[in-house]
């Protein structure tokens, strides 16, 4: 238990629905991340928010939307997905994303496995 | 630009010591950070690197030289429990950047 929880943690859905991952934090952190993680791929960072404002958006598409309402909670909301997006999709937190050195770890949720059909 | 490279593969026997590498091109660096992450489950912070040198946490321990855009983690007396995946990650510019990951097996 990392004090990062997400929901659902399996989710398979059509091309054509929109649903949502939540994400919550009970560590008092500050930034928060998405990531995508597909088969044998390194981790991809698609969003960082950082007290509750979007500080990095790293080309993803339009089809994927985050919110961030409060620094505990983040989305990512979704529409008309393609199958290549089937992937493992990970939350995580830290203290602050622009602090360098030590003690500034990001800590991970378990992940939502998303199926796209 | 950022990329980190890792062996895909390792396999070592319980008790045993082995040794995961890591080189990197970055044109901005803080430090390199170790994750471990068990098939289906989150990954885990294990060690960070900011300055050249060893940096020991039990069982675990974890090196770089900063010159030589290298570092590597070390495992010592080795248990089943610790086949997982290894990802090394750049720290650079605020955010972390993952290498692909290095799968360890640990046979009996």
């Known amino acids: 238990e990392t004090g990062v929880t997400q929901t659902p943690r399996h989710l398979v859905m059509g091309m054509t629905n929109k649903k949502s991952l939540k994400c919550e934090q009970h560590?008092?952190?500050?930034?928060m991340y998405w990531y995508k993680q597909s088969a044998k791929k390194p981790l991809e960072l698609m969003f960082v928010?950082?007290?509750?404002?979007?500080?990095e958006n790293n080309s993803v598409p339009s089809r994927f939307s985050p919110e961030c309402p409060n620094s505990s909670h983040l989305f990512l909301h979704l529409h008309t997905l393609q199958p290549e997006d089937s992937a493992l999709y990970l939350c995580?937190?830290?203290?602050?994303?622009?602090?360098?050195?030590?003690?500034?770890?990001?800590?991970f949720g378990p992940g939502t496995r998303l199926t796209v059909l | 630009g950022q990329s980190l490279e890792q062996p895909s593969e390792v396999t070592a026997v319980e008790g045993a010591i082995v040794q995961i590498n890591c080189t990197y091109q970055?044109?901005?660096?803080?430090?390199l950070s170790w994750y471990q992450q068990h098939d289906g489950g989150a990954p885990t912070f294990l060690s960070y690197?900011?300055?050249?040198g060893l940096e020991e946490t039990g069982r675990f321990s974890s090196f770089l030289s900063r010159s030589d855009s290298y570092g590597y983690l070390l495992l010592q007396e080795l248990q089943m429990k610790d086949s997982a995946s290894y990802f090394c990650?750049?720290?650079?510019?605020?955010?972390?950047?993952f290498g692909q990951g290095t799968e360890l097996s640990v046979k009996p």
């Open positions: 995580a937190s830290s203290r602050d994303p622009g602090l360098a050195g030590g003690g500034n770890e990001q800590f």
């Open positions: 690197n900011a300055l050249d």
């Open positions: 928010y950082s007290l509750e404002e979007r500080v």
């Open positions: 560590l008092g952190h500050n930034a």
């Open positions: 970055t044109s901005g660096f803080y430090g």
């Open positions: 990650a750049l720290l650079a510019g605020g955010k972390l950047i």
